[in-house]
């Protein structure tokens, strides 16, 4: 026998075994991905949203493995490793397992239809167009910004942002106030009108705040804090020899402990809980920045590693809600954690609108807690089985909520995940930051800037020089779709080495 025929052989015996391994592990998945269909029975009343929870379901099922072991041995047979089968979980090993049994010479090789595997790319690049805007030409990814004040004193400002390449605009609803929300609304449905554009606008309502709300000392702030430094965290400033703050929400108190970590103004500020009374707690500072720090009303709180349970809908929401759903496109809901937060804005939001009023804002979900993080599949599940849904990364509070160090892998899995059950995702929080603020894009900003071409939509923040941020995203987004399409890498030609 020949050394080839011996490798063919050998090449045959492991074709063999990767088919009985991965029949197993497709088995596996179909039935907890059954079980998983039936948890979700009955929250499915879009028949459009049906397959997009099937795939879902699979993904998960498959992703409670580790696929690793298979996937260089299927990659040394010419095959997919199933490292892009997001949008197509089941075809994509039903592919492999008929390849492999026509390379092990045994088995049946039903391969899926072609048209199997674009179903789930379009049905998300429909509901991306549906969410954010179509447009012909440009990237492929679209661009939110937020409006500052000033976008309601005359169209001029949203036209540019418009012209320079903006798809959709956001107000966030904790700021201004519905005079000046329906004038910038009012400003972007002329700009779209006049130039036969469609500019959905998002409104944010706010959530609970989880901020400082008062702080002891001269003008509202303390002296300046080191690492080593206490303070006290009181129901009710009184006299102290330490600096002392009151918080904005009663649940931030309640839910700390001795141990427990305490971070002020995204973990500029970061301290350790050393004492809890009734009405007081002691803190000692762990962290800051080499010049110290200031405690200064307003600042966010966060208590990493902690399930705050807050609802999410408040009573300044509540207000506000009567506008959102008269004029925005999109609802966003921040400080979504539970089933039970989607329950209150539901039943908030009222019965279906009578025949012939204007439909319901599509509802995008705000991922910005680990709560809501653990809880995604069924937030997306619940809210997308009732109307058109969307997820955005709110990167600012959950990279404080989970880890500075943990950002960059939780946000690709949220990718995954939003592309399995073929819902668009916003890239947001502190896009482009330096630009926007100074003009000025620093390194690390434009590829991150790069590394968003995978969602669906970048959002960026309200500054001085936010046109020309929107020029450059565009410019960059552009460039990145040359190059690449989610995961799968964009093979075209290299232009810059021809004439080697």
Sequence with gaps: MSLAQVEGQERRAQARGLYQALAGLRADMAHRAEATLEHWDGLILRPEFQASVRNLADYLALRRGDLVPFQAPL??????SLGRSESHVRASLDAVLAALALIGGEGVAEFPPVEVFAAGSARLAARRDALFGARRGGPATRIMVTLPPEAAEGPGLIAELAAAGADCLRINCAHDGPDAWDAMIGHARRIAAETGRRLPVQMDIAGPKLRVEAVSGDKGETHRLHEGDRFEVVTRLGASDLPQITLSHPALMAAMAPGGALWINDGKLRAQIVDVAPGRVLAEVTSTPAKGARIKAEKGVNLPGVDLRVPALTEEDRDALDFVLRHADILGYSFVQTRADLAALFAAMGPAEAEGARPAPALMLKIETPLALRNLPQLIVEAGGRMPVGVMIARGDLAVEIGFERLSEIQEEILWLCE??????????????????????SRAEMTDAAMSQRAECVMLNKGPHLVEAVEFLRDVLGRMDRHTNKKSPRLGALGLWHDL
């Design 420 to 441: 399995a059950a073929e819902v668009p995702v916003v890239w947001a929080t502190q896009v482009l930051e330096s630009m926007v603020k100074d003009g000025q894009a």
């Design 75 to 80: 990659a040394a047979l010419g095959l997919s």
